[in-house]
């Protein structure tokens, strides 16, 4: 059996050898590379570029959580993780030495989303990806347990663009101050976008929606004095929209026409786990935002259902990480929002969440209506009992806290979950679910 020292010292000889590869395909090839950083939004504004540009170019883009040191290589060299196999690996080997020696068909463009937990996770990553176009997203306080300032957070993804050289693109969300600082610091052609501020380079106006879901957005687009008509019908949650925009910077900055990225954009839907309606039992509606959480996606999360019409209106949390010291003030701090909701209910996840839920109370909340669990199929369990026809459902939490469990136990069909819900892999649902340790 593997000790732990083991495991590590063949998890880093095996970053080392993807690397190597990944340099030699990358050089061999020269893709246009993508890259997609940010506290919020990484995800969903990866897929947005990636749908926009496949109108027109050849595109591959990152798949599920192939975001850090193993997932970006492997990205590149178009292959999917082998887990323990040591057969496996080495027929991703020989299948890249054939990348390397025959002319075969490769991307014209690499869409990358690149994950910054810790300090050096950015720098590591340019060391062997060449960025062309950089999109920053949103800077806010996820793992702030381990850079302890947000200024520091925003330092280390802000290389993504920051490095970028003279000749690049730098794409910056204008309705963020933090990323509109990076200004500053960076040499290439910058493009800004904003759900907005007229003042950036691409903005939306004129937002309408179906009040009753909360799904399908309609907009104008502005873009150097011109308005163009979209229709997002497929999403719902105002920071989507934002994804959208991003995409549509990105388009514009390799020349594509802009009708055509419109067009292209009402194909975009939201990945598992991020703001996708799910019919639950009972007749009620589920919104699933399960994938992860942070300060600024739970109020974004907040604010779309606060629109919505609905007999009742619901809040599952679940405790948000990785927010260090500052946990609790932020837990506490969300109250301040949720209240004026007129929420019939709320049920929480642990021990963070419950001082959230004790922060309602002390608004005035009744705490008749606040139900604390120390497991997510617990809730689950007795959310599906409380669920009747018309309720709207928030259901959201850190990825660690495993909140797509209450999302299975509360849908009309279950047995769905494996195609509708996030992180349903066979070893992912394998694992005993375990209070996460700050």
Known sequence: METHSEKSFLLRALEKILRFFAVLVLKKYHPIIVGVTGSVGKSSTKEAIALVLSSEYEVRKSEGNYNNEVGIPLTILGEKSQGHSLAGWIRVMLRTCSLL?????????????????????????????????????????????????????AREKGRLVTRLPEEGIAVLNADDERVLSL?????????????????ATVSGEHYAFDERTGVGFSFKLRYEGVSIPVRLPNLMGEHLVSSALAAVAVGLALKMNPVSIVTAL??????????????????????????????????????????????????????????????????????????????????????????????????????????????PEKAGGALSEFLREGDAVLIKGSRGMRMEKVVKQAM????????????????WLAKPFMFPKE
């Open 101 to 153: 020696v025959f002319p075969c068909r490769y991307p014209e463009i690499l869409v990358l989303e690149m994950a910054v937990d810790r300090p050096g996770d950015m720098e590591y990553l340019l060391r062997f990806v060449p960025v062309t176009v950089g999109v920053v997203t949103r800077i806010g306080e996820s793992h702030l347990e381990h850079f302890k300032t947000v200024g520091a957070i």
């Open 183 to 199: 200004r500053e610091k960076i040499r290439a052609k910058i493009y800004t976008y904003s759900i907005s501020s007229g003042e």
């Open 266 to 375: 009402e194909r975009f839907e939201s990945l598992p786990g991020r703001m996708r309606l799910i019919a639950g039992k009972n007749g009620a509606l589920l919104i699933d935002d399960t994938y992860n959480a942070s300060p600024d996606s739970v109020e974004a999360a907040l604010s779309t259902l606060s629109r919505m019409r609905a007999s009742r209106k619901i809040l599952v949390l679940g405790d948000m990480l990785e927010l260090g010291s500052n946990s609790d003030i932020f837990h506490r701090a969300l109250a301040a929002q949720a209240y004026p909701m007129g929420l019939s209910a709320v049920f929480l996840v642990g021990e963070k969440s419950c001082l959230f839920g004790e922060a309602l109370a002390l608004r005035g909340f009744s705490r008749e209506r606040i139900f604390c669990f120390d497991h």
């Open 412 to 427: 009309e069909h279950p047995e769905d979950a494996a195609k509708l819900l996030c992180c349903q892999s066979p070893e």
